[in-house]
C-alpha cells in the first residue's frame, strides 16, 4: 500500500484497504472541514485480489464479492455520516459511481459470463460486463448525493460519461477548466 508516493506496506492484508481507505477520507474532511476540499476513493476491493474484513466475510448471500460491495457501502455511510456531522452536508457533493461493469471470466460469444460462485458482479438484465462495449460493460450505476441541491430518490436517465464529471464540477465550483497546450 502506498501514500502519495511513499510505500507504506509491501504486503498489505487485503481485508483493511476499504476501512483505511474510509479512515483516511474522513480525518483528511475533518483536517480540512473549513475549507473547500476535495476527496477521491477509488476503492481497490472490487477488483483482484479480493478479500473482505472479518465483520463482512462470508455474511452475504452473494459471497465474498458480495461482502466487499456491502462493506464498501457501509463505508461509504459513514463518510456521508461524518460530512452530516461536521455541518458539512449541505455544502457538499458526493458522487458515487462504478469504472465499468462487472467481471466476468467467461465472455464467449458476448454472452453474460460467470465467474467462481463469489468472485464477481452481475450486470443484471444488460448483455455482457467488463472487457466489453456491451450494455453490461459500460451502463453502471452513478448516485449524487447533495442535500438541498438534488432532491432524495429522484432519477436522471440521460446518458452520461464520467468525461462529464470533471466539467459539472468545475462549474459547481466557479473554476475554470485547465486548457489542453
Known amino acids: ?18 476501512q483505511r481507505y474510509t479512515d483516511e477520507a474522513i480525518a483528511f474532511t475533518r483536517g480540512n472541514q473549513d475549507q473547500p476540499f476535495f476527496v477521491y476513493i477509488p476503492h481497490s476491493m472490487p477488483h483482484t485480489r479480493l478479500d473482505a474484513s472479518p465483520e463482512f466475510k462470508g455474511k452475504s448471500q452473494r459471497g465474498l464479492y458480495g461482502g466487499i460491495i456491502e462493506e464498501i ?7 456521508l455520516d461524518r460530512l452530516s456531522e461536521l455541518n458539512l452536508a449541505e455544502n457538499t457533493y458526493v458522487l458515487f459511481t462504478s469504472d465499468k461493469g462487472p467481471r466476468l471470466i ?3 460469444g458476448h454472452a453474460d459470463g460467470h465467474v467462481p460462485g463469489d468472485h464477481g458482479g452481475s450486470a443484471g438484465p444488460l448483455r455482457s460486463g467488463k472487457v466489453s462495449t456491451f450494455e453490461g460493460g459500460v451502463r453502471v450505476p452513478a448516485i449524487l448525493w447533495a442535500p438541498g441541491k438534488v432532491p ?4 436522471c436517465d440521460l446518458v452520461a460519461t464520467t468525461m462529464d464529471v470533471m466539467p ?10 485547465p486548457k489542453a497546450d
Do not use: C, H
Request: hydrophobic letters at 45%; aromatic letters at 4%; glycine letters at 2%.
Open 1 to 18: 500500500m502506498t501514500r502519495n508516493e511513499e510505500l507504506i506496506e509491501p504486503a498489505t492484508d487485503m481485508a483493511t484497504p476499504t
Open 168 to 177: 459539472t464540477f468545475a462549474a459547481i465550483a466557479v473554476a475554470s477548466i
Open 152 to 155: 432524495a430518490e429522484s432519477v
Open 73 to 79: 457501502d457501509f463505508n461509504v455511510g459513514r463518510i
Open 106 to 108: 467467461k465472455n464467449k
